[in-house]
């Protein structure tokens, strides 16, 4: 499976962005998808993920009510829509797939597939 993720760019705090991540999956519905993000100096965290329709999701505290994941299956795409961001928000966010029946999902180790990752910053 290979990913690309996109999207990424400047904003200022309160602002917007939508993340995407393109699949190459042939059966896309069946991979949990995942957004994780790295700032520097700190280690790769979890921030959402989704399975199935897309209709089974989970995040982490600090984005619950600011971003929401979403999917296309027909399309082999994941987003992440991130509203009111903050400048503690600014890392490079990577998606991230795996085949599983452990539901919700939050370790790095237990994805399988990354993609190279897309730099968000948000200034103040």
């Known amino acids: 499976v290979q990913l690309q993720a996109s999207g990424g760019g400047l904003v200022q705090a309160g602002g917007s962005l939508r993340l995407s991540c393109a699949a190459s999956?042939?059966?896309?519905?069946?991979?949990?998808m995942g957004w994780f993000r790295q700032a520097p100096g700190k280690e790769r965290e979890f921030v959402a993920a989704?399975?199935?329709?897309?209709?089974?999701?989970y995040y982490a505290d600090f984005v619950k009510g600011r971003f929401t994941i979403s999917r296309d299956n027909a399309g082999n795409s994941v987003y992440l829509q991130m509203d009111s961001l903050k400048p503690e928000d600014t890392a490079v966010y990577y998606c991230?797939?795996?085949?599983?029946?452990?539901?919700?999902?939050?370790?790095?180790?237990?994805?399988?597939?990354w993609g190279q990752g897309t730099l968000v910053t948000v200034s103040s």
């Open positions: 991230a797939a795996r085949l599983t029946n452990n539901w919700p999902e939050t370790r790095t180790s237990e994805y399988n597939y």
């Open positions: 999956a042939r059966t896309f519905s069946a991979y949990v």
């Open positions: 989704s399975r199935w329709s897309g209709g089974t999701t």
